[in-house]
T-cell receptor
């Protein structure tokens, strides 16, 4: 069975600080996708980033960056220079094979960015 | 481009009743998935439809059912409602479908309260 663990339940930072959200996953699939989604108070989950299991290259996209390490089954997400608008619940998700339609989600990390 | 639309946004039912929730995916998306979100269980996969066929089903009782129409719109139904069915029901669509789906695009959800 697949599993996604987000050990950090809540994180609080002050604006402009960098923050890293941790994600550890378990799967028997050899090919899969990993995602990060953001859920603001409005409730709608918003896609942030996707990483394929066969591509461990870490990238930066604006203030977002991620560190995918297959050897440790981790997919951590970093927000640089956090802003108040980044306050939300962040979910890490793992697809079943390459079918993201059936994804397993972590319990989420609530990020609060204080001004 | 219109996003994923879910109706109704809020509804209140009593135990034993049934409810039908509707989801209109992004135009061109053929895969529609449903998730249940509760404080205690987090985000849990209900089922996924692709081209009017249920491709995957989560671990929910038979009271939970769904269908997809030829225009990719989807409905889910919960019969004989129980208090524990109170949740935010999220619909998500994806472009590629099949076994190579990309990221999910979520609607704002239908918040069901069972009294």
């Amino acid at each position: 069975a697949q599993k996604v663990t987000q050990a950090q339940t809540e994180i609080s930072v002050v604006e402009k600080e960098d923050v890293t959200l941790d994600c550890v996953y378990e799967t028997r699939d050899t090919t899969y996708y990993l995602f990060w989604y953001k859920q603001p108070p409005s409730g709608e989950l918003v896609f942030l980033i996707r990483r394929n299991s066969f591509d461990e290259q870490n990238e930066i996209s604006g203030r977002y960056s991620w560190n995918f390490q297959k050897s440790t089954s981790s997919f951590n997400f970093t927000i640089t220079a956090s802003q108040v608008v980044d306050s939300a619940v962040y979910f890490c998700a793992l697809s079943e094979g390459t079918n993201a339609g059936k994804s397993t989600f972590g319990d989420g990390t609530t990020l609060t960015v204080k001004p | 481009k219109a996003g994923v639309t879910q109706t109704p946004r809020y509804l209140i039912k009593t135990r034993g009743q049934q409810v039908t929730l509707s989801c209109s995916p992004i135009s061109g998306h053929r895969s529609v998935s449903w998730y249940q979100q509760t404080p205690g269980q987090g985000l849990q996969f209900l089922f996924e439809y692709f081209s009017e066929t249920q491709r995957n089903k989560g671990n929910f009782p038979g009271r939970f059912s769904g269908r997809q129409f030829s225009n990719s719109r989807s409905e889910m139904n919960v019969s004989t409602l129980e208090l524990g069915d109170s949740a935010l029901y999220l619909c998500a669509s994806s472009l590629e479908g099949g076994t190579n789906t990309g990221e999910l695009f979520f609607g704002e959800g239908s918040r069901l309260t069972v009294l």
